[in-house]
């Protein structure tokens, strides 16, 4: 068959016109992203000169795809009469070498109405095809109304498919043509013929027999309209309510005589609105009990009447006949009053009945109570409700009126507007958060809750938000400079310029006064820091750092080492000068003056005489100089010294001499001063020179009393005086005894231990005996001639001659008494001492031991 098409059609002219050409086309799987090169459109773009890749004139698609689908969208429905592929050739000869046959083996073609190929009718499935005998440009007869033309190929796994295939599916087609008719409705050659049957949409485009009708008509060929209340393409619409049995338009729907009653709108599948009823719903609901809702076709209130009217009429139109009334007109009318009327003479007007002025005719009573706006304890509803409530039974309050009460006693709504902070007709509502006052005019101030006031008089409720003062019930009034926050409770920190702070939150406009940081300038200075911005470093106060953070005036005064007329104690002391108020002087520091102005302590050592850090010790304890390192010579009073130059100021102690008493007194010298010479000491002047003691002892001729000055008595000599001068001695030499002075009468030699040689006596041996006896030697004394003279001589010397020998007597015996006299004296006293030893008390003693006697007893 597909063969018999292909052949009919080689060589054979069509009028046909391309209807694919230019118009929407599709793939599912675009080769990359170059539409530009080898996109949908190039399916349908009229150019097939070059059947390859770069030629910019073939759809190609994407590699390793199962499926491959590409579409034409004709845009409406049209009647095809064939169609022709050139596939994707590379302009290589076609054929089993053609690498391409192989992609285009096992192809389909679909003509759809939808892009749904399974929707529409397979046109051409390629099975018998190789890739020797697959031809390109293939031309394929598909009579059919279609508006996408759809190619599709597959290669699906596990699918074996003729050998010859490639791979995977590719729609690789270079320009895809459809044949056919562009208008609906024509058929043949040309297109110029009318379809046969006058209501056919669509026909065979060769044949001419019909294939699809238009809108309203049905049967093979279109020549019924459509039926049974359906109308429309296919028939398939349902027609609305339409009046009275009629048929819809066939073609539209439209209800050409109206609808039935209840129903409206051309096709008449509207129902009426509530409240209407009836042909074209020109009827209004009756006095139904639910309001309007009646029945929508004939006016049947479904639930009844309202009072007053009829229920035997189902509309509820019917008033209850003249002396009746209420439901179902069950109530008779006392007297036939009009409406509206009672009473003796029906001169009576009824109150303000709920139902008009239906009242009892006899006796005004409102039958189903009162209107809006009369109390219902009045029967005959003539009393307005009382002042501030209104509505039915007055149930309703009068909303806050300008006047108290004064709202209109049948629907509420104020006089005179409102009182301050309500709104609204029934001035109920109160005003919107923010608002306040008459009419909801005023805008609250600051409120702590943001703008929630009262809303009548606009007090904050919780106070005012900070930065407002809260004797300000409105708060509208900003703090009072100096102030801020809440209920300006606070007072501005110090800033610059005084109290101008932020009222909100205090923060210091023009930064800090002195003596304050911080946003709010009330943080004082840290310590130590003072003046505007705490930029300043406090001076050298007595607490710390802590000085006046103004001004930086030390509150205590100034520490040590600071001049305190400086109130900023900045000033060190002055030279010479140091510690509190620069109070204290320097000691005797080294270099002047040149101590630490703060403890004193000297800078470079003390002067001489001076010690201690402030080198104001003088030197003590027998010290002097520099740091006291001396020690004083030997001073009269051991610790008094010069404490700078070591003299002596008492002068020196025994032994010493010299202005700081540290010389020794020379050899020889020795005490005070070392005024004292030594005595005579063995080794020559060496004595102690303190005391003058001669160290190993006295020279001979000395008493040894230490200091060997005394020479020994008379009598006496040699060492220590222990020598003994010979009795025949006139005072002997001190040092070895020799008689220097000469001998006794008698005796002669050093030591006048000679007697006078024989023949001379006397002092120094110089006398010549006389002229003694027999010339006897004399007595060597004195010279007497012991056995007499010689004769002619006379005397014990026998010198004088012999003629005077009265007066040799008288000589003699002067000198015997003389002898006896003494020695008479001296056995005298020998008596006394010998007395004495035995106890034998002397006179004067006697005296003595008489008196303690007595005193005893
Ligand atoms: C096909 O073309 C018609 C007419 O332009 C359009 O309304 C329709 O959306 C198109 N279909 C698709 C799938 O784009
Ligand atoms: C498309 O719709 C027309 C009219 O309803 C019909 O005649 C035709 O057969 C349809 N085409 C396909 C392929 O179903
Ligand atoms: C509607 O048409 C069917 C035939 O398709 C017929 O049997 C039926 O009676 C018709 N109904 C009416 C209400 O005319
Ligand atoms: C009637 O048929 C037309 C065309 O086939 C379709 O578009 C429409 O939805 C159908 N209407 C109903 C109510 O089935
Ligand atoms: C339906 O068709 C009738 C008859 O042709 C025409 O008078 C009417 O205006 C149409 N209604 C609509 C809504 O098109
Ligand atoms: C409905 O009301 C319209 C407008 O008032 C009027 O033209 C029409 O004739 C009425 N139809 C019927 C059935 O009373
Ligand atoms: C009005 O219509 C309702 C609902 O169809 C029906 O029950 C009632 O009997 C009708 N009334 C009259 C008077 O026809
Ligand atoms: C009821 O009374 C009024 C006024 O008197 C009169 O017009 C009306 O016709 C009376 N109706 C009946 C049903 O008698
Ligand atoms: C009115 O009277 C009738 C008959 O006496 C009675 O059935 C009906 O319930 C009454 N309706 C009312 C609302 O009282
Ligand atoms: C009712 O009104 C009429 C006219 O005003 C008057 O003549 C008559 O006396 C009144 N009747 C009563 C009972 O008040
Ligand atoms: C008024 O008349 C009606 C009907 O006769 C009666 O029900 C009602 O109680 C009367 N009201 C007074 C207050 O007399």
């Known amino acids: 068959m597909f063969l018999l098409f292909v052949l009919l059609h080689l060589g054979v002219c069509y009028a046909y016109e391309n209807l694919a ?5 599709h793939q599912d799987h675009p080769y990359w992203h170059m539409s530009w090169l080898t996109g949908a459109s190039h399916g349908v773009d009229g150019q097939k000169s070059n059947l390859s890749f770069f030629s910019g004139q073939c759809v190609c698609s994407a590699n390793e795809v199962q499926t491959a689908t590409w579409w034409v969208n004709l845009t409406s429905i049209l009647s095809i009469h064939h169609i ?5 050739t590379e302009n290589v000869a076609w054929g089993e070498s053609n690498g391409f046959t192989s992609r285009f083996l096992g192809f389909s073609l679909y003509i759809s109405n939808t892009t749904n190929r399974s929707q529409g009718s397979l046109c051409f499935k390629d099975s018998h095809f190789n890739r020797s005998t697959i031809p390109t440009p293939i031309d394929l007869t598909c009579p059919a109304h279609g508006q996408y033309v759809i190619y599709y190929n597959e290669r699906k796994p596990g699918v074996t498919y003729p050998a010859g295939y490639s791979q995977y599916a590719y729609n690789d087609i270079c320009e895809l043509e459809v044949y056919g008719c562009p208008i609906p ?11 046969p049957d006058p209501n056919c949409r669509y026909c065979h485009i060769e044949t001419g027999a019909c294939q699809g009708c238009k809108p309203g008509y049905r049967g093979h060929q279109c020549e019924l309209e459509c039926w049974n209340g359906t109308y429309g393409e296919v028939c398939n619409g349902t027609c609305g309510h339409c009046l009275a049995n009629t048929v819809c338009n066939h073609v539209n729907g439209t209800c050409e005589s109206g ?15 509530d409240g209407k009823y009836g042909l074209e719903c020109n009827n209004t609901c009756g006095h139904c009990l639910d309001g309007d809702h009646c029945n929508k076709v004939n006016g049947t209130c479904i639930r009844g009447c309202s009072a007053g009217y009829n229920g035997s009429d189902i509309l509820c139109k019917t008033a209850c006949a003249n002396g009746t009334y209420g439901f179902d007109c069950n109530e008779t009318c006392g007297k036939s009053c009009v409406d509206g009327k009672y009473g003796l003479e029906c001169n009576n007007t009824c109150g303000h009945c709920l139902d008009g002025d239906h009242c009892n005719k006899v006796n005004g009573t409102c039958i189903r109570g009162c209107s809006a706006g009369y109390n219902g304890s009045d029967i005959l509803c003539k009393t307005a409700c009382a002042n501030g409530t209104y509505g039915f039974d007055c149930n309703e309050t009068c909303g806050k009126c300008k006047d108290q009460n004064d709202c209109f006693h049948v629907n509420g709504s104020c006089l005179n507007s409102c009182s301050p902070g309500f709104d609204g007709d029934l001035c109920k509502t109160p005003c919107v958060d923010g608002k306040y ?10 409120c702590l809750d943001g703008d929630h006031c009262n809303k009548v008089n606009g007090t904050c409720i919780r106070g005012c938000s900070a930065g407002y003062n809260g004797s300000d019930i409105l708060c509208k009034t900003a703090c009072a400079n100096g102030t801020y926050g809440f209920d300006c409770n606070e007072t501005c920190g110090k800033c610059k310029d005084q109290n101008d702070c932020f009222h909100v939150n205090g923060s210091c406009l023009n930064s800090c006064s002195p003596g304050f940081d911080g946003d709010l300038c009330k943080t004082p200075c840290v310590d130590g820091k003072y003046g505007l911005e705490c930029n300043n470093t406090c001076g050298h106060c007595l607490d710390g750092d802590h000085c006046n953070k103004v001004n930086g005036t030390c509150i205590r005064g100034c520490s040590a080492g600071y001049n305190g007329s400086d109130i900023l104690c900045k000033t060190a002391c002055a030279n010479g000068t140091y510690g509190f108020d620069c109070n204290e002087t320097c000691g005797k520091c080294k270099d002047q003056n040149d101590c630490f102005h703060v403890n004193g302590s000297c800078l470079n050592s003390c002067s001489p005489g001076f010690d201690g850090d402030l080198c104001k010790t003088r030197c003590s304890n027998g010290s002097y100089g520099y740091e006291c390192n001396e020690t004083c010579g030997h001073c009269f009073d051991p610790n008094d010294c010069h404490i700078v130059n070591g003299t002596c100021l008492t002068g020196c102690s025994r032994g010493y001499t010299g202005a700081i008493c540290k010389t020794s007194c020379d050899d020889g010298k020795y005490g005070l001063q070392c005024n004292d010479t030594c005595g005579h000491c063995l080794d020559g002047d060496h004595c102690n020179k303190v005391n003058g003691t001669c160290i190993r002892g006295c020279n001979a001729g000395y008493k040894n009393d230490m200091i060997c000055k005394t020479a020994c008595a008379d009598g006496f000599f040699g060492d220590n005086c222990t020598g003994i001068c010979n009795t025949t001695c006139d005072s002997c030499n001190k040092v070895n005894g020799s008689c220097d002075s000469g001998c006794h009468p008698g005796w002669k030699g050093n030591y006048c231990n000679e007697k006078c040689d024989n023949g001379t006596y006397g002092k120094e041996c110089r006398s010549s005996c006389g002229h003694c006896f027999n010339q006897e030697p004399c007595y060597h004394i004195n010279g007497t001639c012991l056995t007499g003279c010689e004769s002619g001589y006379l005397g014990n010397l026998c010198q004088s001659p012999a003629s005077q020998p009265a007066t040799e007597w008288k000589t003699w015996l002067i000198s015997s008494l003389t002898v006896i006299l003494a020695v008479g004296a001296g056995v005298a006293a020998v008596c006394v001492i010998q007395a004495k030893r035995r106890g034998i008390p002397t006179t004067s003693n006697e005296n003595e031991m008489t008196a303690h006697m007595s005193t005893n007893q």
């Open 259 to 273: 609808c039935t009653p209840g129903y409206q709108g051309g096709f008449c599948k509207e129902p009426c609105v």
């Open 437 to 446: 006052g008459l009419e909801c005019n005023n805008t609250c101030g600051h």
């Open 84 to 88: 022709t592929i050139y596939y994707r």
């Open 21 to 25: 050409l230019r118009k929407p086309a």
């Open 185 to 195: 409705g024509y058929y043949g050659v040309n297109c110029s013929t009318p379809c």
